[in-house]
């Protein structure tokens, strides 16, 4: 059983920063591929950020020099610094990952069960 638990997110006002994290719980060999979407109301989820086991990282054109995905694998964790929020970043963040439960399986994908970030003044 795998487990990927977001936390990080709330209200905060245009310009500011928040740090979202996930942390993967249960029977883990590694982490592959980790990925951060968002769900804004009444839109479709989108692919904010990504970030390989090599720890390569990409993003959306929308967050591309304001938000950062990292990781810490000896932890299970991935992050995504949020700077210079705007508005239209409000949504909710969930976190996705390619698990290896056992030695010599391929990866699993499981989500997370999302945290709000709003952007308000």
């Known amino acids: 059983q795998v487990q990927l638990v977001e936390s990080g997110g709330g209200l905060v006002q245009p310009g500011e920063s928040l740090r979202l994290s996930c942390e993967a719980a249960?029977?883990?060999?590694?982490?592959?591929?980790m990925y951060w979407y968002r769900q804004a109301p009444g839109k479709q989820r989108e692919l904010v950020a990504a970030i390989t086991s090599g720890e390569r990282a990409t993003y959306a054109t929308s967050v591309k020099g304001r938000f950062t995905i990292s990781r810490d694998n000896a932890k299970n964790t991935v992050y995504l610094q949020m700077n210079s929020l705007k508005p239209v970043d409000t949504a909710v963040y969930y976190c996705?990952?390619?698990?290896?439960?056992?030695?010599?399986?391929?990866?699993?994908?499981?989500w997370g069960q999302g945290t709000q970030v709003t952007v308000s003044s």
């Open positions: 996705n990952g390619a698990v290896v439960v056992r030695l010599g399986s391929v990866p699993q994908s499981y």
């Open positions: 249960g029977t883990i060999v590694n982490l592959a591929a």
